[in-house]
């Protein structure tokens, strides 16, 4: 096998490769090493691998003592990429053995990522010609004469097997250590090879895969997109990486992202074949969706709370309403009567004008509490808060007969929090107090807000009810998706209102019922 078989597979790999000869300068330089570094392989090749690295390291020495002393060579090494971003990596560096006197011929070959170890493999490689050099020797201890002939086809022999054994150490080191699936199709989609790692992302021996078909193992709504990029034409990018769904052997789909690419005859310009490095990314997938699931989850709670919340909001807005339209009445009537005093007048419209402001700032208050966005942080004061949030809920407070009893310290930081996001958390909270204290008597139902100072960087709320409180078995479960103990319970509340909160970089805690005493308690950053 020579260097260029194994090319495309080298560049398919989506890992850091690089190969270098014996005075460490850059032979070859992978995509994986490209997009590591931001440098393109012609601004690196022919000079010394030391330029990616913080440091100079010694590769020409060390390059010469794993060829001499038959080891590998591991750190853990700094590097600088194009653009001045530093980083940490692990490095390997592995000979090529070659007996070759040219000195730009590829020595060595550095990766930049976590491989299995392969030392056993090498040390394997080096018994095996330890073993032939010895019975080279025994050989030439029998007979003079034929000394020179076996010398001959036995150096001819070793020099082939070294040859071959380099080759596929480069093939197993890039392709079958890999923990991505490295793959070969016919242009209709035919598996010509598939590595080792099939068996663990998709539970299929690499044998079971070839001659079968790519597209059987496809998801319905994404053959359209991967029919699409097997079809490009000759003018398009030779590599391209595109996210699809894969049937698993046990039936279930996974999530996989592929660079592919197309290799064509040179004679027809059609697709010969077609090289795909695939890695399964359906975590990251799933994780990206559920954030979105969240947040919507998050909107559709506060839109719930519109009905709960209608009783109190209108009887708010009512009261300045009907003040409004009683001083316009008695304005009217004053104008009626041709004896009219102008200072009252204007003192009874100025009146009108603040309960007409009023009814504005409740609707106001009421149309950015349901508006749906993303975390925006401005200067806001606890207590404010507090006070307003509990003006929104105050009909549902004296529907319950519920006493609301206010700790808030005078000497809290003013903190960044989103103010709408922090309404809902309290909004929340209260109302679970309120369906939480329904069987309590009414003489002893009371909600206590508190806040204090923890320290220069952070406050804290507590809230805490005369209701039953959380049992220690209920603790954990309560902020599992909807789970609820209400009869009509979306099961959401708590579990948003601690989305909120680590949100803002904070601290979410319930205490169980012990001693009479139970509390939910969030802790929010000054900043």
């Known amino acids: 096998m020579q260097t260029d078989a194994i090319q495309p597979l080298f560049e398919a790999i989506p890992e850091s490769a690089v190969l270098i000869d014996r005075a460490g300068r850059i032979i070859d330089w992978n995509q994986g090493a490209a997009s590591l570094f931001g440098y393109h392989k012609k601004e690196v090749l022919g000079k010394s691998i030391n330029l990616i690295y913080q440091q100079n390291h010694p590769f020409q020495k060390i390059i010469q003592e794993t060829l001499s002393e038959q080891k590998k060579w591991a750190a853990e090494t700094r590097y600088i990429r194009k653009n001045g971003i530093k980083g940490l990596c692990k490095t390997h560096l592995n000979s090529i053995n070659t007996s070759s006197n040219n000195k730009d011929k590829a020595t060595a070959i550095v990766t930049h990522h976590d491989i299995l170890s392969y030392k056993s493999i090498e040390t394997g490689l080096n018994n095996t010609i330890i073993n032939l050099k010895n019975q080279l020797q025994e050989q030439s201890e029998s007979s003079q004469a034929t000394h020179y002939l076996l010398l001959k086809i036995l150096y001819m022999q070793d020099q082939n097997e070294k040859t071959l054994r380099e080759n596929k150490l480069l093939f197993d080191l890039l392709v079958e250590n890999t923990t991505d699936i490295i793959s070969r199709l016919s242009p209709d989609g035919t598996y010509l090879y598939a590595s080792p790692s099939a068996k663990a992302l998709l539970g299929y021996h690499p044998d079971e895969l070839l001659n079968c078909n790519f597209y059987k193992f496809i998801h319905y709504d994404d053959i359209k997109k991967l029919k699409k990029v097997f079809n490009r034409r000759k003018n398009s990018q030779d590599h391209q990486i595109v996210t699809y769904r894969l049937r698993r052997k046990e039936g279930d789909y996974r999530w996989f992202e592929s660079n592919l690419r197309t290799l064509y005859d040179e004679d027809t310009k059609t697709i010969r074949e077609i090289q795909a490095a695939s890695r399964d990314i359906t975590d990251r997938v799933l994780d990206k969706k559920a954030r979105l699931r969240g947040q919507q989850l998050a909107h559709v709670s506060r839109l719930s709370s519109m009905e709960e919340m209608a009783s109190g909001m209108a009887h708010e807005i009512n009261q300045p309403l009907a003040a409004v339209v009683n001083y316009t009445q008695g304005c009217v009537r004053y104008l009626q009567n041709k004896q009219h005093d102008p200072i009252q007048i204007i003192e009874i419209m100025k009146k009108a004008v603040a309960q007409a402001q009023r009814a504005g700032e409740v609707i106001h208050r009421l149309k950015n509490f349901f508006c749906k966005g993303q975390l925006f942080k401005t200067p806001c ?147």
Do not use: Y
């Open 381 to 527: 004061k606890i207590n404010s808060l507090i006070r307003e949030t509990v003006t929104l809920i105050r009909n549902d407070l004296n529907n319950a007969k519920i006493k609301i009893e206010f700790n808030l310290s005078k000497t809290v930081q003013m903190i960044s929090a989103d103010k709408i996001q922090l309404q809902q958390v309290l909004l929340n909270l209260i109302q679970n107090a309120i369906d939480a204290m329904q069987q309590t008597d009414q003489k002893t139902r009371k909600i206590h807000i508190h806040t204090k100072t923890i320290d220069a960087n952070s406050i804290e709320v507590t809230l805490h009810d005369t209701g039953p409180g959380f049992s220690k078995d209920m603790i954990h479960k309560v902020f599992e998706p909807f789970f609820t103990t209400k009869a009509h319970g979306r099961g959401m509340g708590l579990a948003i209102c601690r989305s909120i909160i680590e949100a803002h970089g904070g601290q979410f805690t319930i205490n169980p019922n012990t001693h009479n005493h139970s509390w939910i308690r969030f802790v929010l950053p000054i900043n």
